[in-house]
């Protein structure tokens, strides 16, 4: 992994095991997004698609990784040219805010990232209604940002939904390729074309052709609104480059789980079964059956 990223895994652990507020650890990477340069930033969207392994699932970590997605999302589109902002205190709602400086428009963004260990992904794990509702009336545009390789490569609902909710499929890719090119919103070159290809993207034929990936199409889509710039990396380059990069990061992702095969077979009979006691969350279990009793005599 490159050092930025890391030191930004370390920043989230660190806050994990403070007791700040929620909202004071998720502030805190933020000022730290918004404080490193250009290429730094361009490392993190390469890595922030997929969550480390060794960060573990629903915990205060991974809300934090989450976060942290979002803040790099933010400044990702700031570096393309428009104004952005991260909302770290309304609860379901978008977690970005992003809004034009040189066209009257509004979006508002979602950060999506996965294991390399999950499986299949279905519509529910992108939540495009969701992303289509935070929209409201106040603002133009919905965008999910989501590792570019995540997204099905044949039929599939999240392309119906999109196209039903006018919600953009964007991704981390997407921006390296438009910030490495120095692609940036101005007086005489708008984003909205893109942000609104699911409402002009015509199907032909039947609602199940609806289904079928339109990513392809996307793509052109972006080389021909940006075609009077001048590009020095193609994206099919920007592609080859992520998936070697993919490639390496898999490996450290298997080996932290063939680290922890190696250490659970070493585990006395003892211990293994207090590993599987604390994984299975039995002491909370009874502690919160404890509680729940405990509370009872306050109803009378």
Same mark, same amino acid.
């Given at each position: 992994?490159?050092?930025?990223?890391?030191?930004?895994?370390?920043?989230?652990?660190?806050?994990?095991?403070?007791?700040?507020?929620?909202?004071?650890?998720?502030?805190?990477?933020?000022?730290?997004?918004?404080?490193?340069?250009?290429?730094?930033?361009?490392?993190?969207?390469?890595?922030?698609?997929?969550?480390?392994?060794?960060?573990?699932?629903?915990?205060?970590?991974?809300?934090?990784?989450?976060?942290?997605?979002?803040?790099?999302?933010?400044?990702?589109?700031?570096?393309?040219?428009?104004?952005?902002?991260?909302?770290?205190?309304?609860?379901?709602?978008?977690?970005?805010?992003?809004?034009?400086?040189?066209?009257?428009?509004?979006?508002?963004?979602?950060?999506?990232?996965?294991?390399?260990?999950?499986?299949?992904?279905?519509?529910?794990?992108?939540?495009?209604?969701?992303?289509?509702? &935070? #929209?409201? $009336?106040? %603002?133009?545009?919905?965008? !999910?940002?989501?590792?570019?390789?995540?997204?099905? *490569?044949? =039929?599939?609902?999240?392309?119906?939904?999109?196209?039903?909710?006018?919600?953009?499929?964007?991704?981390?890719?997407?921006?390296?390729?438009?910030?490495?090119?120095?692609?940036?919103?101005?007086?005489?070159?708008?984003?909205?074309?893109?942000?609104?290809?699911?409402?002009?993207?015509?199907?032909?034929?039947?609602?199940?052709?609806?289904?079928?990936?339109?990513?392809?199409?996307?793509?052109?889509?972006?080389?021909?609104?940006?075609?009077?710039?001048?590009?020095?990396?193609?994206?099919?380059?920007?592609?080859?480059?992520?998936?070697?990069?993919?490639?390496?990061?898999?490996?450290?992702?298997?080996?932290? &789980? #063939?680290? $922890?095969? %190696?250490?659970?077979?070493? !585990?006395?009979?003892?211990?293994?079964?207090?590993? *599987?006691? =604390?994984?299975?969350?039995?002491?909370?279990?009874?502690?919160?059956?404890?509680?729940?009793?405990?509370?009872?005599?306050?109803?009378?």
């Amino acid at each position: 992994m490159n050092d930025i990223f890391e030191n930004l895994l370390e920043k989230i652990k660190m806050l994990s095991n403070k007791d700040n507020s929620f909202i004071e650890n998720s502030n805190e990477i933020n000022e730290f997004i918004k404080n490193i340069n250009k290429s730094e930033l361009i490392i993190l969207l390469k890595e922030v698609g997929a969550i480390p392994e060794s960060i573990e699932h629903d915990s205060t970590e991974e809300k934090l990784f989450s976060k942290a997605s979002d803040s790099i999302l933010s400044r990702a589109f700031i570096e393309i040219g428009l104004k952005s902002k991260v909302l770290t205190e309304r609860a379901d709602s978008a977690d970005v805010i992003v809004e034009s400086i040189f066209y009257n428009y509004t979006l508002v963004a979602d950060a999506k990232a996965f294991r390399m260990s999950r499986t299949a992904k279905n519509q529910k794990d992108f939540k495009i209604k969701a992303l289509s509702s &935070w #929209k409201g $009336e106040d %603002n133009d545009y919905a965008v !999910l940002c989501s590792p570019y390789f995540q997204y099905p *490569l044949g =039929k599939s609902q999240i392309y119906k939904q999109a196209l039903e909710e006018n919600v953009c499929l964007f991704s981390w890719e997407y921006f390296i390729f438009l910030i490495e090119n120095n692609v940036k919103e101005n007086e005489k070159f708008s984003f909205e074309p893109l942000w609104n290809f699911s409402n002009n993207y015509k199907i032909n034929g039947s609602i199940e052709e609806s289904k079928n990936s339109f990513i392809s199409d996307f793509n052109n889509r972006i080389l021909e609104i940006i075609k009077v710039k001048k590009i020095d990396k193609t994206f099919n380059e920007i592609l080859n480059k992520q998936i070697r990069s993919l490639i390496n990061r898999g490996e450290i992702e298997k080996n932290f &789980w #063939k680290e $922890e095969e %190696n250490r659970i077979n070493s !585990l006395s009979h003892k211990e293994a079964i207090e590993e *599987l006691i =604390k994984v299975k969350k039995l002491n909370n279990k009874i502690k919160q059956i404890d509680k729940y009793i405990g509370d009872l005599k306050k109803y009378v």
